[in-house]
């Protein structure tokens, strides 16, 4: 997670149990970001995003989303939060020499990353 405030594409997703190609396509769709994948003006104007630097990728930056704004506008968008699960229900492994999977509790993949801290992350946010 960036930070208690803001969450990342893939950490909303996690929220409504969907990727997060899924949450930026409803992004699109409710204006808050534009056809070309960056945010909106109006994303930016009332505060639902902000640029925040990767801490262990120096140079790096991502979109932040702030979570409460986000999560209750893609709410009254439609979208559902996804049935919370039991705790530690999902887990990590290295895949190759760079990747991660985050899989649940029956084995299924059902994200990946090439870092081992965000797959932590996400991890830790699954499991609540």
Known sequence: MVNEQYATLTELGVVFGVTRNAIGKRLKEIGLRTSGGKPSSRAFGEGFVSQR???????????????????????????????????????????????????????VVIAWTVDEGWAARIVGLLNG
Do not use: C, M
């Not at 990767?54 to 439609?78: F, M, N």
């Open 53 to 107: 630097w990767v801490v262990d990728r120096p140079g790096i930056y991502l979109w932040a989303w702030d979570k409460q704004k986000t999560i209750a506008e893609l709410e009254r968008s439609g979208l559902r939060r996804a049935v919370p699960r039991e705790p530690d229900d999902f887990s990590f492994r290295r895949v190759g020499t760079t990747g991660h999977e985050i899989i649940n509790a029956d084995g």
